[in-house]
């Protein structure tokens, strides 16, 4: 059984940089496509990044490019979004997601507000 947790979620100021993690369990990790998602209160999910399975390829929505970073450690079964000059409409409960399969963890809310 597949399970992901999402961590790292925070309170954080307009400019500020958080990271996310996401430790996943019962599945091989280096292989998966991954993806990073977001649900801003009142809106539908929006997809945020995604990366391959060995980490060499990325992508970006572009109301993230060049702020966010999405990365992985497979050593540690751990995929990662380094998110830095946060907006207050990064305000959401972000998601990792498997690539091609409905499996979800439970989310990490990111508040960014002064």
């Known amino acids: 059984q597949v399970q992901l947790v999402e961590s790292g979620g925070a309170l954080v100021q307009p400019g500020g940089s958080l990271r996310l993690s996401c430790v996943a369990s019962?599945?091989?990790?280096?292989?998966?496509?991954m993806n990073w998602w977001r649900q801003p209160p009142g809106k539908e999910r929006e997809w945020v990044a995604r990366?391959?399975?060995?980490?060499?390829?990325?992508n970006y929505a572009d109301s993230v490019l060049g702020r966010f970073t999405i990365s992985r450690d497979n050593a540690k079964n751990t995929l990662y979004l380094q998110m830095n000059s946060l907006k207050p409409e990064d305000t959401a409960v972000y998601y990792c997601?498997?690539?091609?399969?409905?499996?979800w963890g439970q989310g990490t809310l990111v508040t960014v507000s002064s």
């Open positions: 997601q498997v690539r091609g399969r409905e499996i």
């Open positions: 019962g599945l091989t990790f280096s292989w998966v496509p």
């Open positions: 990366i391959s399975g060995n980490g060499d390829s990325t």
